[in-house]
């Protein structure tokens, strides 16, 4: 199998309706079809997701991480905190901004896989991350604790 790259992705030729897709269409993606339409909430799927394409990001820096992500509006991020054994991010913006609250549910495990998969590359060690807000579960803002 020829694999596409992260550049392959920027080669659009769309010339009527361009290079954006509605907001909406995403989150039906991710909402009604994965996390709904896949088992437990798609939980390992979205991690080998996100993980796959976190590592595929073009960053060898954590500062051209956050540029790039907010450069792909998944969001605005902000470090929280950072010690030796890892770090606290907020995303400010996520794309679950606005949605009806349900508490107890956090739905942007996609984008910690995607900060774990860019962090593993650019670190070479293993991260992990986990959601401990979001703004669907009533929260201020989406946050992540990742630990190295
Ligand atoms: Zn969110």
Redesign the pocket.
């Known amino acids: 199998m020829n694999n596409f790259t992260f550049e392959d992705m920027k080669q659009i030729k769309r010339t009527t309706l361009g290079a954006e897709v509605p907001l909406e269409l995403f989150r039906a993606i991710r909402l009604i079809g994965m996390y709904q339409g896949l088992p437990s909430g798609g939980k390992g799927t979205t991690m080998t997701i996100g993980r796959k394409i976190g590592q595929s990001l073009p960053v060898t820096s954590l500062e051209e991480l956050l540029h790039l992500l907010e450069e792909l509006k998944i969001g605005i991020p902000h470090i929280l905190s950072t010690n030796e054994k890892g770090m606290t991010i907020a995303?400010e913006d996520?794309?679950?901004e606005g949605l009806p609250i349900h508490e107890g549910q956090m739905?942007?495990d996609l984008?910690g896989a995607i900060l774990e998969g860019a962090l593993s590359k650019i670190y070479n060690k293993r991260v992990t991350a986990k959601e401990i807000k979001?703004?669907?579960n009533g929260d201020e803002r989406?946050e992540y604790e990742l630990r190295f």
């Open positions: 995303v996520c794309f679950c739905v942007c984008e979001c703004n669907v989406c």
